[in-house]
C-alpha cells in the first residue's frame, strides 16, 4: 500500500520498519495518537497505557504505529525510549494539524492530536485510528468559535477514527450537527445511541449504526470507492463495567467546567485541563475509565483494519 503514500511528504516520515513491512505487505496496520499520552494521562499511567494498546492491537492482528513529530521528523511507529520522552517531558507540545509546519520546520517536538494523526497516518497510508475520544464543539462554541480541529479533518482526512465518542465536556448535539454538516458518517458500534465517551449513553440517536467491525469495514471500503473521501467517526461505546454512568459523571464534568472558567483557560489548553480536573474529582476512577476505553478501541481498531485489508483488493 506503500502507493498512497503523498510522494512530497516521503522527505518528513519516518516509518517504523515493522510498519513498513506491513503497509508494503497491505497487512492491517492501527494508527495510535500521542496528545493522549503527553497531555491526556499522568505519568507512569500514560506510558503504561501506551504499551498496553500497542499489545491490544498486535493480539487482534494487526501492527500499531504510535504517531508524533521528534525532532522534526514525522515518526509513525516508535519505539519504546521515544514512547517513554513522550509521557514524560513536560517540553512536548500538543500539536493539531495547524502546529505541524511549525514543528517540522524548527525541528521540535510534538504529541499528535486525533487531527495531526490523522493527517499523518494518511500521508503514511494508514486507514484505521484508534484513540480515546475525539475532539468537538464546545460548550459555549457559540461565543467562543472553539470547535475541535479533529472535526474539520475528519470532514477531509480519508481514516476512520475510533474513539468511545464525545466527551460530555463537550456540546454532543453541535458536535454531531458539525459532523453531518460536514459528510462525515457518525456511526454507532452495536448500539443505537451515541456514547459518551465515560459514559455508555448520552441522551443523542447515533446518526448510523453498524453490528460488527467487519460491518464498518465494508462501509470504509464502500465510501472510499464511492469517491466520497474524507473520515468515518466509529464510536465503540465503553464496557458497561468501565463505564461511569452519565448521572453520576455530569456533576463532576461540571465543577471542572467552572474550575476553568474561574482560570481562565481558553484554548488548546482547555481539553487537557479537563480531562486532569476530573481525574482529580474522581479520585483517579475516570482515569481507569479513560484507559478502559482506550483499550476497546484498541481492539474494535485493529478488528476493523484487519476486515478492510481482507476486502482490499
Ligand atoms: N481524548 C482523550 N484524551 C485526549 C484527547 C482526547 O481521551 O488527550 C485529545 C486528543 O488528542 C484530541 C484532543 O484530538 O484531545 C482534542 O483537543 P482539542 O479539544 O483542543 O481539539
Ligand atoms: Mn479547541
Known amino acids: 500500500m506503500t502507493q498512497h503514500i503523498h510522494p512530497t511528504a ?16 497491505g497487512q492491517a496496520v492501527v494508527a495510535l495518537e500521542s496528545t493522549i499520552i503527553s497531555h491526556g494521562m499522568p505519568f507512569p499511567q500514560n506510558v503504561e497505557m501506551a504499551r498496553g494498546v500497542e499489545d491490544v492491537v498486535r493480539e487482534h492482528g494487526a501492527v500499531p504505529a504510535t504517531i508524533a513529530v521528534l525532532g522534526g521528523r514525522l515518526k509513525v511507529g516508535l519505539t519504546p525510549d521515544e514512547l517513554h520522552l513522550l509521557a514524560t ?17 524548527l525541528g521540535k517536538h510534538g504529541a499528535t492530536t486525533v487531527a495531526s494523526t490523522m493527517r499523518i497516518a494518511a500521508l503514511a497510508g494508514i486507514r484505521v485510528f484508534a484513540t480515546g475520544g475525539t475532539g468537538g464543539v464546545h460548550r459555549g462554541a457559540g461565543e467562543t468559535m472553539d470547535i475541535s480541529a479533529d472535526l474539520l479533518e475528519l470532514a477531509r482526512t480519508d481514516v476512520c477514527v475510533v474513539s468511545a465518542g464525545v466527551k460530555s465536556i463537550l456540546d454532543i448535539g453541535l458536535t454531531l450537527e458539525v459532523l453531518e454538516t460536514q459528510g462525515v458518517p457518525a456511526i454507532t458500534l452495536g448500539e443505537t445511541e451515541f456514547p459518551a465517551f465515560y459514559s455508555r449513553r448520552s441522551g443523542f440517536t447515533s446518526p448510523l449504526s453498524v453490528k460488527t467491525p467487519a460491518e464498518a469495514a465494508r462501509v470504509l471500503k464502500a465510501k472510499w470507492d464511492l469517491g466520497l473521501s474524507g473520515g468515518v467517526m466509529l464510536a465503540n461505546p465503553v464496557p458497561a463495567d468501565s463505564e461511569i454512568p452519565a448521572a453520576e459523571i455530569t456533576p463532576h464534568i461540571e465543577q471542572a467546567l467552572r474550575d476553568m472558567d474561574a482560570l481562565g483557560l481558553t484554548g488548546k489548553e482547555t481539553t487537557p485541563y479537563l480531562l486532569g480536573r476530573i481525574v482529580e474529582i474522581t479520585g483517579g476512577r475516570s482515569l481507569e475509565t479513560n484507559i478502559a476505553l482506550v483499550r476497546n478501541n484498541a481492539r474494535v481498531a485493529a478488528q476493523v483494519a484487519v476486515a478492510f485489508a481482507e476486502n482490499a483488493e
Open 10 to 25: 516521503l522527505s518528513y516520515l519516518d516509518l517504523h520498519p515493522e510498519v513498513a513491512a506491513a503497509l508494503d505487505a
Open 89 to 105: 517531558d513536560g517540553g512536548v507540545d500538543k500539536i493539531s494539524t495547524r502546529d505541524l509546519p511549525v514543528t517540522v520546520a
